[in-house]
């Protein structure tokens, strides 16, 4: 006979049993992945409040391609600027007062003798009317004052998505070098019109009242870094939120198509044309510089044969009596300069050839197939363009049109550079 205690405990030791039992049946694997989850969230939240994030915030990109676009028009009107001959119209640098457009009779009576005692009006202008200067004045005016607004539109954004823990550390680097970039750029263009208002181009019978050529290149230079910097780090935020939401599909799958050797090879040469890109369209600002696109106005001929005379080319002129400065010609003869960028634009058109024609063979993802044949026809548009401004003697509308597809294209080269870039992991 067993006891009532002795049952009891019998009882509990089969209890225990069962349940241990039943545990071991039961996979584990389900709660532990929940439990690893929920301890994600936990810890992106932590992160969250603490201000720290893995990505930038997506109105950070989008705005970025908002200024980036904003630096496009400011190029454009730019080179309309030039084409105009507006660029020297106003001689004074004031960042605060030379905001405000003058007004009355006085205003524009006292601007317009300001004008009157610097080289251009002197030899380019001379005779110019009141109503002919506000027309240049406004252009340049208008220059100016765009650029004065991009700098609004920039810096106070950029100061709220810091100040609102909307960027990363990384974000913020790139914003201040951008910030930088532009404070130089602006810098840079005063000194480029300062070259332009010496007096000495008005004492010497053979020099033209332009703007250096080299301060104007510098200039177009910073321009298109900025726009490089900002269309790529607008294009990194709008992908790196689109991977972190899972709203891109099958991203294993990408990011594994990415890394394959012949789509990393093809990157490296897509990086390689960009910069040729890049070097042509500075090409063209030496040329706008020198005014070498109004000589030799036929193509593909120079003159008698391909290319003037090397008497032309390699001219001691240039040299200004020194033997061993013969290299300014490279740089300041426009035959020679018209001659490297004709070179470099045909360099460039056949190497975006050869490489439209290798990447359609290759396994790319769609957005790199589409944006390859997007560069390819501006590449055509380019030549066209080019060639139609060429022998038509520089009309303001086929040159303007052309220094804005130049920008295009770039565009079109740093987008497919981008869409072949590896995906990055995004740290939940």
């Not at 480029?192 to 230079?221: I, N, W």
């Not at 394959?260 to 890049?278: I, Y």
């Not at 501006?378 to 038509?392: F, H, K």
């Amino acid at each position: 006979m067993i006891g009532r205690s002795n049952f009891l405990a019998a009882s509990k030791l089969a209890s225990t049993a069962g349940r241990h039992s039943i545990l071991k049946s039961i996979s584990l694997q389900p709660f532990r992945r929940h439990a690893s989850a929920a301890a994600a969230e936990e810890e992106a939240a932590a992160a969250k409040g603490s201000g720290k994030r893995s990505v930038d915030a997506p109105i950070v990109g989008y705005w970025s391609l908002f200024c980036a676009s904003m630096v496009f028009g400011i190029i454009v009107w730019g080179g309309l600027t030039r084409l105009t001959e507006s660029g020297l119209s106003i001689v004074e640098w004031a960042p605060i007062t030379g905001a405000k457009l003058p007004t009355s009779d006085g205003e524009w009576e006292s601007e317009f003798a300001k004008y009157k005692q610097f080289p251009e009006y002197q030899k380019v202008h001379i005779g110019i009317t009141l109503d002919d200067f506000k027309r240049i004045y406004f252009m340049e005016w208008f220059h100016r004052n765009v650029g004065r607004l991009f700098g609004v539109v920039y810096l106070l954004p950029m100061a709220y998505f810091i100040s609102k823990g909307m960027v990363t550390r990384a974000g913020k680097a790139k914003l201040a070098g951008l910030g930088f970039l532009l404070l130089g750029q602006g810098a840079m263009g005063w000194y480029m019109v300062s070259s332009g208002l010496e007096k000495e181009l008005a004492e010497r019978p053979d020099a033209v009242p332009r703007v250096s050529q080299y301060r104007l290149t510098s200039h177009l230079s910073l321009a298109y870094l900025l726009y490089a910097g900002l269309s790529l780090y607008g294009w990194n935020i709008i992908r790196a939120n689109r991977l972190a939401r899972n709203k891109i599909a099958n991203p294993e799958a990408l990011r594994t198509l990415l890394l394959k050797p012949t789509v990393a090879s093809f990157r490296r040469k897509t990086a390689a044309a960009t910069l040729l890109v890049g070097a042509t369209c500075l090409s063209g600002a030496m040329v706008a510089g020198l005014d070498a696109g109004l000589i030799y106005n036929e193509f593909p001929n120079m003159g008698l044969g391909i290319t003037p005379p090397l008497s032309e080319l390699w001219d001691t002129f240039y040299a200004r009596g020194n033997t061993s400065a013969m290299w300014r010609n490279l740089t300041e003869n426009p035959s020679t300069v018209q001659l490297e960028h004709r070179a470099l634009a045909m360099t460039t058109f056949f190497t975006l050839s050869a490489l439209w024609w290798h990447g359609r063979s290759l396994p790319l993802p769609r957005a790199a197939r589409a944006t390859m044949h997007l560069m390819y026809s501006l590449a055509w548009l380019q030549v066209a363009l080019g060639i139609t401004t060429l022998v038509d003697f520089v009309p303001i509308a086929n040159a303007s049109a052309h220094q804005a597809n130049s920008v295009l294209l770039l565009a079109s080269a740093l987008g497919l550079f981008h869409t072949l870039r590896p995906l990055r992991r995004i740290p939940l």
